[in-house]
């Protein structure tokens, strides 16, 4: 990439984050364009359309969860990996509106650039709920897709009860009840 073109993608890339933390991730991509001072072509030169944007930004978070991840396959009790991650997952899921409902569709799009972060974060699961499952801790008729999809659910219902703070905890702790064997 040229130096021109690798500032306007850190540009747009920090206002993306900006405007999402601002108005969440259906924050105006003609607005993330103007604050970054380049047109929407440019935008769009580099983030062919929104999940791409979105991808791109979240990238560091996936990359931090899937570095737990792998913290995690080694903890000493499989259990608790998992919900420690799951935890974490509900966290990064609630930090920005609207990001948990755009995960939760990413599971019937696996084409979408908003997949490429959703891949590696089952993988990641996957391993650590095999792990629980292999103790004996969880269930083995749990798949990490539908505990992904809980987890996103979770986030979105805190999303929409912002008075209630202690809720996404309550809900979890409510769902891996049904996880153990």
């Known amino acids: 990439m040229r130096a021109d073109a690798r500032r306007n993608y850190e540009r747009l890339l920090t206002e993306a984050r900006a405007a999402f933390a601002e108005h969440g991730t259906d924050a105006s991509l003609e607005d993330v364009a103007r604050r970054a001072g380049v047109g929407i072509g440019t935008l769009y030169r580099h983030f062919p359309n929104r999940q791409a944007l979105m991808s791109a930004v979240f990238e560091d978070a996936v990359s931090e969860l899937l570095a737990r991840s792998r913290e995690l396959l080694d903890a000493p009790e499989p259990c608790s990996a998992l919900v420690t991650w799951l935890r974490e997952m509900v966290t990064h899921a609630g930090e920005y509106r609207g990001l948990a409902r755009a995960l939760m569709s990413v599971s019937t799009d696996s084409g979408s650039a908003l997949a490429r972060c959703s891949t590696p974060i089952h993988e990641a699961g996957g391993a650590l709920l095999t792990r629980a499952q292999q103790s004996g801790a969880v269930r083995p008729d749990i798949s990490i897709g539908d ?33 153990k064997g």
């Open 147 to 179: 505990l992904l999809q809980l987890t996103h659910a979770i986030a979105l219902a805190a999303e929409e009860s912002p008075g209630d703070p202690d809720l996404a905890d309550r809900l979890l702790r409510l769902t891996l009840r049904g996880l």
